[in-house]
């Protein structure tokens, strides 16, 4: 090497075998060599052991992230959902279900009755084109007929019965579950209402309007979403490790949940590796994910377990207290970088949990070696999140909170902050607001084109590229100072508007 030009960043092992807790701001890469176009990046990765997706990004477990919706929304754009273990077992194995009889990510609120029941409010909520009458007044059940919202309110005689005034249904409405948007909106052509209604095996599973339609075919053109060797899309679930979570996860096998993820600050624990060992027992065919770790040590013995994926991060998130209040954790990306060392030796995929704000932090959590980034807040606030706007100085904004706050607890999550011996509920978390997003169709394709040209600087065309780069000692980096960490920000402006995409 030219005399002179010796140092110029340092390899990720050097960087990160100090006794420095960096995160993502913490560090930067240094720009490599491109010889290819930004299309030529591929992000395709593992979840987990045996599940591939096309996009790296999971949406978190929490109650105020990710239920049915996100969950589709999530596969549709070849990215996976976790649903959050915070209400019942029945109830949490129906919304794994929900997932899997849908085939397009579309926000649908069907009201199915029987033919002898009557309409009461169902119409207040503005989402409902249709009350759909079946034979047993269920889901999954023959269609008998419908009501619009116009036959509805047309009505001189709100006591009627169904049966006296529904319409009966013109077989064109109704079109297999497995339909493409594109199908759909051609079908939607060839009938009067504005609106489809799917079926499956005979039985209703859902309807689809016009309005949804268009709002997904507004959206980004959507690549291979995450689809199962059944043709259904892929969810994950998660599970806590008491025994009650033995008979959730039977249910949830029951309905087909393609991975389930063991949830919990601490992951190395007796507990944890117990579940691990009776989930590979009883269904070899599951991929568990482990977690949280963010030592080497702790990722060994979920490994030595034969966890099928880790999840990094403790005290990272944005609504975390965990550091605050127990003093234990890790910096995100020396977490990442850590864990990822061991875990890659052993073939295990890593997904990064926590403390993603930017694209930027996404290529940096793939880069030091995690395979998926997990997200609470970057996907908080969309469209395809449980719970309901409110209005704040003209702005939406939605609840976004911590599953150790004191109020994600009291409503599901009691149980395991008042062990056997502990008395006294102390939070881990908080809850908040978050503004409104939009729609997750919309986030995460322009998202993950912004990912792929950070990889095209760095001169790495895949997430295994990137990986042979930070193992070959290639990639180099170094740590901001404060003052570059401000400079590497917008500064020096009166104003400004700051619009990603
Ligand atoms: N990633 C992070 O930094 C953090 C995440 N969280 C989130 O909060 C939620 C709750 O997390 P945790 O409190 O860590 O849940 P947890 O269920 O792992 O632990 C709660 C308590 O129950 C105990 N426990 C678990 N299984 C047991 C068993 N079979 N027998 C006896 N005791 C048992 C644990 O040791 C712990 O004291 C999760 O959704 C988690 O993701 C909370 C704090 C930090
Ligand atoms: O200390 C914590 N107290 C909590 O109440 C809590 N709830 C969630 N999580 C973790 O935070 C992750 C989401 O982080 P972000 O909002 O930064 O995406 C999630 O994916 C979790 O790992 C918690 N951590
Ligand atoms: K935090």
Redesign the pocket.
């Known amino acids: 090497m030219t005399a002179g030009f010796e140092y110029d960043g340092y390899a990720a092992d050097k960087l990160f075998n100090q006794g420095f807790s960096f995160t993502y701001d913490d560090v930067i890469f240094l720009p490599h060599y491109i010889d290819f176009p930004t299309d030529a990046v591929s992000l395709s990765t593992r979840l987990s052991r045996n599940i591939t997706l096309s996009v790296p990004c999971v949406s978190s477990?929490?109650d105020t992230v990710t239920e049915s919706y996100m969950a589709s929304a999530m596969a549709a754009v070849g990215a996976i959902g976790i649903i959050h273990s915070n209400l019942t077992p029945s109830q949490q194995a129906q919304m794994v279900r929900s997932v899997k009889s849908r085939r397009v990510p579309v926000l649908s609120n069907p009201v199915v009755k029987s033919r002898d029941s009557r309409i009461f409010d169902e119409f207040d909520d503005g989402s409902v084109p249709c009350v759909l009458v079946t034979e047993s007044g269920n889901a999954d059940s023959k269609l008998m007929g419908y009501v619009t919202k116009a036959d509805w309110f047309g009505l001189d005689d709100k006591e009627m019965k169904l049966v006296d005034y529904m319409r009966t249904t013109d077989s064109k409405m109704v079109v297999p579950w497995s339909y493409d948007l594109g199908q759909i909106d051609e079908q939607l052509k060839q009938v009067e209402t504005d609106f489809v209604v799917l079926e499956k095996d005979g039985g209703v599973v859902d309807v689809v309007s016009k309005a949804e339609v268009d709002r997904v075919k507004g959206c980004p053109k959507i690549g291979k979403g995450t689809v199962g060797p059944d043709g259904k899309w892929m969810v994950g679930a998660?599970i806590?490790?008491?025994?009650s979570d033995k008979e959730r996860l039977e249910l949830l096998v029951k309905s087909g949940v393609n991975a389930v993820v063991l949830?919990?600050?601490?992951g190395n624990?007796i507990?944890q590796i117990e579940m691990i060992r009776h989930i590979k027992q009883t269904y070899p065919e599951l991929d568990v994910i482990g977690g949280?770790v963010v030592t080497m040590n702790q990722a060994q013995n979920l490994i030595k377990a034969e966890v099928d994926g880790l999840r990094v991060?403790?005290?990272?998130?944005s609504i975390?207290t965990?550091q605050e209040v127990c003093a234990v954790?890790r910096g995100q990306a020396t977490a990442v970088y850590k864990v990822s060392t061991v875990a890659s030796q052993n073939g295990i995929p890593v997904i990064a949990?926590?403390g993603i704000k930017n694209s930027g932090h996404i290529v940096k959590a793939l880069v030091l070696g995690a395979s998926t980034v997990m997200m609470g807040n970057f996907l908080a606030g969309s469209t395809e999140t449980p719970g309901v706007y409110e209005s704040q100085n003209g702005c939406l904004i939605k609840k976004y909170r911590?599953?150790?706050s004191l109020e994600a607890m009291t409503k599901g999550?009691d149980q395991?902050?008042l062990?056997?011996t502990?008395k006294l509920k102390i939070a881990?978390?908080v809850v908040g607001m978050v503004a409104d997003k939009g729609s997750i169709l919309k986030i995460l394709p322009y998202t993950m084109q912004a990912v792929k040209q950070g990889f095209q600087d760095l001169g790495a065309y895949s997430l295994l590229s990137a990986h042979d780069l930070l193992r070959s000692r290639t990639l180099r980096l170094e740590v901001r100072t404060g003052a570059a960490q401000a400079e590497g920000g917008v500064h020096g402006l009166v104003s400004y508007e700051k619009k990603a995409f």
């Not at 806590?240 to 025994?243: F, N």
């Not at 949830?263 to 601490?266: A, E, G, I, P, V």
């Not at 991060?313 to 998130?317: E, L, Q, W």
């Open positions: 477990p929490m998660a806590g490790t008491r025994q949830d919990s600050s601490q624990s507990y949280n991060g403790m005290g990272s998130g975390c965990t954790g949990d926590g911590g599953m150790g999550s395991r902050y062990g056997d502990a881990q978390g």
